[in-house]
């Protein structure tokens, strides 16, 4: 099956630093990714979508300047959160969509756990 | 409004015992799919199963089965004979035609299986 990674899988970072988590399609072409959080004992929440060239569509109160979005080629997208804060400390998922994604199937990244101290 | 309501919060089987997880969706779109995930303690997301809207077969897949109803609009998934490996959170999901690919999840449910 199609395979997606994501790196780091666990992060710990100061107040007020910002953090890089990188999503890649390992062995297909993804044209559309999604990331998601899921905060401790709650569901996936769709943060934003992010399709290759151009700019991210994010849900409706998720700040765009803080959770920077960039999908610079088919096979990785990459999301910064901004000045991190206790608060943004979640789990962190993205999924891929692309070639294979028929019937909106979407292939899910492992994961990375942000911890904000 | 694309809603997926999972109920049941938290289920506790004995193993062997057979458990059905419940999964009610609301849409107005026609064309759509529906999934199961597995969530086990390690967080990575496990695909179990996708259903088009214009496919009410039921499914089975060794112990796990699929009930589909659109006329209840629910989505209900069994685990016969329960084993202590189930023990994880499953969502439920709905993803529109026309909506880009977005999932939207339920709650979840979480399993625990007790040997």
């Known amino acids: 099956g199609a395979v997606v990674s994501q790196h780091p899988s666990r992060v710990i970072c100061k107040s007020g630093t910002s953090v890089k988590i990188e999503c890649r399609s390992l062995?297909?072409?993804?044209?559309?990714m999604f990331w998601y959080r899921q905060f401790p004992k709650q569901s996936l929440m769709l943060m934003a979508t992010?399709?290759?060239?151009?700019?991210?569509?994010?849900e409706q109160g998720v700040e765009k300047d803080k959770f920077l979005i960039n999908h610079a080629s088919l096979t990785l997208s990459t999301l910064t959160v901004t000045s991190a804060h206790p608060e943004d400390s979640s789990f962190y998922i993205c999924?891929?969509?692309?070639?294979?994604?028929?019937?909106?199937?979407?292939?899910f990244g492992p994961g990375t756990r942000l911890t904000v101290l | 409004a694309q809603k997926v309501t999972q109920a049941q919060t938290e289920i506790s089987v004995v193993e062997k015992e057979d458990v059905t997880l419940d999964c009610v969706y609301e849409?107005?779109?026609?064309?759509?799919?529906l999934f199961w995930y597995k969530q086990p303690p390690s967080g990575e997301l496990v695909f179990l199963i996708r259903?088009?809207?214009?496919?009410?077969q039921n499914e089975i897949s060794g112990r796990y089965s699929w009930n589909f109803q659109k006329s209840t609009s629910s989505f209900n998934f069994t685990i016969t004979a329960s084993q202590v490996v189930d023990s994880a959170v499953y969502f439920c999901?709905?993803?529109?035609?026309?909506?880009?690919?977005?999932?939207?999840f339920g709650q979840g449910t979480e399993l625990s299986v007790k040997p």
């Open positions: 999924s891929a969509e692309g070639e294979r994604g028929v019937g909106n199937e979407q292939f």
């Open positions: 062995d297909f072409q993804a044209t559309t």
């Open positions: 849409t107005r779109d026609t064309t759509y799919y």
């Open positions: 999901a709905l993803s529109a035609y026309n909506q880009g690919g977005k999932l939207i």
């Open positions: 992010s399709n290759e060239g151009s700019k991210a569509t994010y």
């Open positions: 259903r088009n809207s214009f496919d009410e």
